[in-house]
């Protein structure tokens, strides 16, 4: 997207590969973040794995060790988990070596992290790595896609948002973790999306293990389903009567109230926020992923107009949660940043 004139391009693509190439560069390297094969791999794997445990649940547990050897989806995830170890294999032989020759250095990859936490012990390190690279793409990237969306629908934010950048930039002299944190239109934004598009309609599925009596007098018996609605996220009780409305400053102007300065960051949780999880299950990746988006969107935004083809942007592909359309196009043309990132 070099072009000065105005292009069309499919945006939950460019969201998908920036979000893999990021990833891959502040968890695995700068070879395999260049890498076009990783970049392919990572997004697709995604997919992969969840059709191969779609294909393998309806079978019974006892045949599953035998029946998982023949059902196509399995072997195609295997035979991408063996190119995933290939691609790989330069950066785990320095991962291993350099915790050998520095144990007491620093990681600075997560390979590296892996080999010195392991300690020896028996663990599919690229298993891991992919794991690790499914958590933080594709969320991620649907988060990225629905926050462009709600700037496409609001463009009076992306004026804002650059008065910020350069003013934070300024103050920093450029890239820092704090001049990340003191982005915090962008940080307000971020969540305000995450309010409005829901991954899923309900969070933390647990099964009741034995008979409670809540505080409120409700009795949950043993063998029951529990989950918390996240429709609380639209709840005007609690938002008031714009909930369904995007406002990029509604967590900024909460912030900014006496003692609520932390409370209320795209990473806190809360039993009032649980976009992330609360307590001991929350997202631990959510500081990564926080970043990650903000590198991101300051890039896409600093860099290039942006502008709706068409009348207006389509909705969630399901309406119980957010799934970009994929095939949506959205406008964009290159601009000379104002400051130098």
């Known amino acids: 997207m070099k072009s000065p004139e105005w292009q069309e391009v499919k945006f939950f693509p460019v969201a998908l590969q920036l979000s893999s190439r990021l990833s891959a560069k502040i968890l695995l390297g700068d070879r395999l973040a260049r890498s076009k094969q990783w970049a392919a791999l990572s997004i697709s794997f995604a997919s992969l794995i969840l059709s191969a445990g779609r294909d393998l649940r309806p079978w ?4 599953r060790p035998l029946v998982h050897r023949f059902l196509p989806s399995l072997n195609l ?7 995933a170890k290939e691609l790989m294999e330069p950066e785990l032989a320095a991962a291993r070596s350099q915790t050998r020759k520095d144990a007491d250095e ?11 936490v392991r300690r020896g012990r028996e663990f599919d390190v690229v298993a891991g790595q992919l794991f690790l690279t499914f958590a933080a793409i594709h969320t991620t990237s649907s988060i ?6 709600d700037f496409l629908a609001n463009p009076e934010y992306f004026g ?14 450029g890239w820092s973790k704090n001049s990340l944190y003191k982005l915090k239109l962008m940080d307000s934004c971020l969540k305000e999306t995450a309010r409005l598009h829901v991954l899923g309609p309900h969070m933390f599925n647990r099964k009741v293990e034995a008979p409670v009596t809540l505080s409120d007098g409700t009795h949950l018996p043993k063998g029951v389903h529990v989950s918390i609605s996240m429709w609380q996220n639209r709840d005007p009780a609690i938002w008031g009567p714009d909930a369904d409305k995007f406002d990029g400053h509604r967590f900024l ?6 003692g609520q300065e932390n409370r209320w960051q795209f990473v806190s949780t809360s039993p009032e926020w649980l976009a992330f999880g609360h307590g001991m299950h929350a997202c631990p990746g959510r ?16 860099n290039y107009d942006w502008k709706i083809i068409g009348e207006k942007l389509p909705g969630s592909m399901f309406k119980s949660r957010f799934v970009p359309d994929v095939k949506t196009v ?5 601009r000379e940043p104002e400051i130098q990132l």
């Open 60 to 63: 019974p547990v006892l045949l």
């Open 77 to 83: 995830l295997r035979s991408q988990i063996a190119l």
């Open 106 to 116: 620093k990681s600075k990859d997560s390979l590296s992290w892996i080999e010195e």
């Open 144 to 149: 990225l896609t629905a926050l462009m969306y």
């Open 160 to 173: 804002q948002l650059r008065e910020e950048i350069v003013r934070v930039f300024g103050e920093e002299n």
């Open 253 to 258: 102007r909460m912030r900014e109230q006496p």
């Open 287 to 302: 500081f990564f992923a926080s970043n990650e988006m903000k590198i991101v969107m300051v890039h896409l935004i600093m």
């Open 330 to 334: 959205v406008g964009c043309k290159k």
